[in-house]
């Protein structure tokens, strides 16, 4: 298929065009008619026109230059629509985003992003319905992954704590234009109520997450013993604190062990 315009290979450009794929993978998400949503890189807008019919408000961030004006134009009578320039990772997202209320992610993310936008979002102190998102197949995994398995750390624990994500439709390389060098799965992970485990300081449990997986092949009480700068009688004590063995390495820890480790957490 010919684009109207040069894709951009530093800025991850690989756009879905057919419509009735686009139209396949919304009914795969919880969006319901009148509900906002925010789109991280609607490129074309392909899926910002597919979105458009269905939604109440569409927020559509294009870090793009060129494609800003094309967008404009193409949704200029569409006042639900609001094309804003920018980069998701320095945009003020609160304050962008809290005219929507509750609102669902919906995006084809940058494959050169997807883990600190995955990240940023599900720390993002805002009322996020859902996040739907296509992604290359090996960050999926990532986000669906279990313990003891090589694909399992700190998005896995971070993606489980926020929503219940599944892997809703494979999007083979062949659907983009240009097509990528890999697969893609879309993602749908409706936001959890409720998180499974309950921890007093967010910030400082995801702190201790990223510090137990620092070195992955190292031990749980290596790896805190760096992090914390505890010499080793510390970090054991801390472990046994938690009810876990010495010899443990943080991939094979439930989020409710993380929890746990995070309650035994010396001078609280
Ligand atoms: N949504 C379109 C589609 O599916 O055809 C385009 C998806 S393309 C994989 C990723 C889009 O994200 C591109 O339009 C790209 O310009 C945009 N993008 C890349 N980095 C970005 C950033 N930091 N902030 C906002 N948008 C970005």
Redesign the pocket.
């Known amino acids: 298929m010919t684009l109207p315009l040069r894709a951009?290979h530093a800025?991850?450009?690989?756009?879905?065009?057919d419509e009735s794929l686009l139209e396949r993978m919304l009914d795969e998400t919880p969006l319901k008619a009148g509900d906002s949503v925010f789109?991280?890189?609607?490129?074309?807008g392909?899926?910002t026109r597919v979105m458009a019919r269905r939604a109440g408000r569409v927020l559509a961030?294009?870090?793009?230059k060129d494609?800003v004006p094309v967008l404009r134009t193409q949704f200029a009578l569409d006042k639900h629509v609001n094309v804003v320039e920018?980069?998701?990772?320095t945009a003020d997202l609160p304050q962008l985003l809290t005219p929507l209320g509750a609102f669902h992610v919906i995006?084809?993310?940058?494959?050169y992003?997807t883990t600190p936008i995955l990240t940023l979002l599900l720390q993002l102190p805002l009322p996020i319905k859902s996040i739907c998102v296509?992604v290359q197949t090996e960050a999926a995994r990532r986000v669906l992954a279990q313990p003891s398995s090589k694909e399992y750390g700190p998005l896995s624990l971070l993606a489980q704590y926020r929503t219940q994500p599944r892997a809703a439709m494979s999007l083979p390389r062949r659907l983009f234009t240009p097509p990528p060098h890999v697969d893609s799965t879309f993602l749908v992970m409706p936001a959890l109520q409720q998180p499974p485990v309950q921890v007093q300081d967010e910030a400082a449990f995801w702190r201790l997450v990223q510090a137990s997986f620092a070195m992955r092949r190292k031990t749980l009480v290596n790896n805190l013993m760096s992090g914390y700068a505890f010499d080793r009688a510390q970090a054991q004590a801390w472990v046994q604190a938690a009810s876990l063995p010495l010899t443990v390495r943080a991939e094979a820890l439930t989020l409710e062990q993380f929890a746990a480790l995070d309650a035994a957490r010396p001078n609280r």
């Open positions: 951009k800025l991850g450009q690989h756009f879905l065009r789109e991280i890189g609607p490129g074309l392909d899926m961030l294009e870090i793009d494609l920018g980069d998701i990772m995006a084809n993310l940058p494959y992003l296509t």
